[in-house]
């Protein structure tokens, strides 16, 4: 009885971490976006018909070449959460 408890409250510890990993903060990447990207070439950028951007993983990548460009020295977390922002509110890619 011991393990089957031990088993389940592992599973459920490794459950609440995947979780955690997979989280993002939406208002944080939004901040970002208004500080940083729409300041300086508004959202029609995101837009547009013939947008380079093609697939999330782009975005990701279309993020840090941009955060890179303008030396943001931004962390992995700050450029998922703008990456996600953008995607939820414009580019609508699936995971």
Same mark, same amino acid.
Do not use: P
């Given at each position: 009885?011991?393990n ?6 592992? +599973?459920?510890?490794?459950? #609440? ?15 970002? %976006?208004? $500080?940083?990207?729409?300041? =300086?070439?508004?959202? $029609?950028? /995101? +837009?547009?018909k ?8 782009? *975005? +990701?990548?279309? %993020?840090?070449? =941009?955060? #890179?460009?303008?030396? *943001?020295?931004?962390?992995?977390? $700050?450029? $998922?959460?703008?990456?996600? /922002? #953008? ?9």
């Amino acid at each position: 009885m011991k393990n089957l408890t031990t088993f389940i409250a592992t +599973t459920c510890l490794m459950g #609440l971490t995947i979780g955690q990993a997979n989280a993002f903060d939406i208002q944080a990447g939004k901040s970002q %976006v208004t $500080e940083n990207c729409t300041s =300086c070439h508004g959202s $029609e950028l /995101y +837009t547009r018909k013939d947008r380079m951007v093609t697939s999330r993983k782009g *975005l +990701t990548a279309q %993020v840090q070449r =941009c955060q #890179l460009a303008l030396n *943001l020295n931004w962390f992995d977390d $700050e450029v $998922e959460n703008t990456a996600e /922002y #953008l995607n939820q509110n414009y580019y609508k890619f699936n995971k």
